[in-house]
């Protein structure tokens, strides 16, 4: 079992920056992948990020690609997703999840195990 809590998430301006974090529970955190997700409002909720077990690989999806970092500790059992040049489009709550059953970059949500409660990022225009 893996328990995962996000915090970072806020009220920022179109342009500004923000860092979610996601500390995660237990003593095998390096065994599994780490994603982010979002979800807006109406839609489903959405690939973001990943980051493979080692990470030594990553993969985003194409609107942040250029303006969102996920990097992970292991040494502290966190993953973070640096989110720079913030778009009012990217107002939703964010998910962090970790996959334990797929190697590499899993991009889709059943192929995650565990999730958290969300953080609310609202960008304003």
């Known amino acids: 079992q893996v328990q995962l809590v996000e915090s970072g998430g806020g009220l920022v301006q179109a342009g500004d920056s923000l860092r979610l974090s996601c500390a995660a529970s237990g003593r095998t955190f390096s065994s599994y992948a780490m994603g982010w997700f979002r979800q807006a409002p109406g839609k489903d909720r959405e690939f973001v990020a990943v980051i493979s077990r080692s990470g030594g690989s990553t993969n985003y999806v194409d609107p942040v690609k250029g303006r969102f970092t996920i990097s992970r500790d292991n040494g502290k059992n966190t993953v973070y997703l640096q989110m720079n040049s913030l778009k009012s489009e990217d107002t939703a709550v964010y998910y962090c999840?970790?996959?334990?059953?797929?190697?590499?970059?899993?991009?889709?949500?059943?192929?995650?195990?565990?999730w958290g409660q969300g953080t609310q990022v609202t960008v304003s225009s």
């Open positions: 999840a970790a996959s334990g059953r797929w190697a590499g970059v899993p991009d889709t949500t059943a192929k995650y195990d565990y």
